[in-house]
């Protein structure tokens, strides 16, 4: 990736580039590199400020860890979009340890989460940039929590699925009833005995490792 | 309350109101009101903006609702603080339901939600100030969602207990146990049980509408 592209990249998805000196763009620059991911790498561990991750191919996955190691997605990153709540140093706020996960192989930018900060001191709109992304993610979160509360199952694992079916244009989801738990904040041993209710419904199709939706109408009407 | 007084609030409460012009400072204070909130009172409901809400006596409470009545509460505010997800014109990022309650007899200063928006523009600090305080609840709401999804049900009603002695400075809570369950977002029927738990163990009296503690030790051990 060469510098035209890294400048083309920041002037794309941070607002207030145009308002930075030339200086505090060189340190910018100069404070970030660019990183490609093996789908499954763990990218960030909540611990230690791992920096602003910008996405431009692949996917991330954030997630919160129990002691036991249980897991609960939180949301996914898609390319274009970033990840503030890895970058500690920008977001003192935030005392909650996340997880950062590649789910496929992603190329990303790194910016370095001291020098972001250090900029923010000095322009508001960095600052408020940084808050906002950080903000926007809270009713993602409130969401997941609502999912996960407050719904039944049959309604939860209609949802993943007509999501799923939609982002891949593909009535196939090519994910282990594992995964799909994991995604979900379940238990593998649930969401298997609600896709065999759902086979023995005729909704779903199961097979080794995937799962094809023949009933999208009845599927949908479960979601609502 | 007189003029002097509210100037004296806002003074205390709002770290940039003193980058504020007179004229702004007089919008300010034109669009609050001062309102005394009678305990159980719902004061906002999800839907509009309520504006910003500053406690000088009593509690809130807010909280999530299902669609079938269930609640989750996600964190209290008392004197000093301030409630800023009630203010939706304030945080455009905000798209979740939130409800707040006065849990005591509460005397509010309720800032118009409007007004702030428009002094945010101007002035980055009220805008800066506005989504730090949001964030900072966001951390809080990590909390209550790892404590409900992860840990064990004694674990939590022994940590919602240990906390309640320590705040009223008293070891008799007096709280039913439909109340705690509301708190805790779960059922009257599992914090029954397990405070029955708790009482054949020792660890806590139980008699109409209170609770007693009596061997803080082992209820602390249960907390680790």
Redesign the interface.
Known sequence: MDRNELISLFNDNFPFWDHLTERDKETFISSSQHISFEKGTNIHNGNYCTGIILIRTGSLRLY?L???G?E?TLYRLFPGEMCMLSASCV?N????DVFVDSEENSDCVVVGGCAYAALAEKC??A??FA??T???R??D???V??Q???MSMDKRLAIFLSDEISKNKSDTINLTHEQIAKYM?SAREVVTRMLKYFSSEGIVELSRGGIKVIDKKRLRALTI
């Open positions: 919160i129990s002691d036991e249980k609960i977001l706020n935030i005392t909650f508001n709109e600052k408020i808050l906002e950080a903000l926007t809270f009713s979160v409130m969401w929590m609502q996960i509360l407050f904040g």
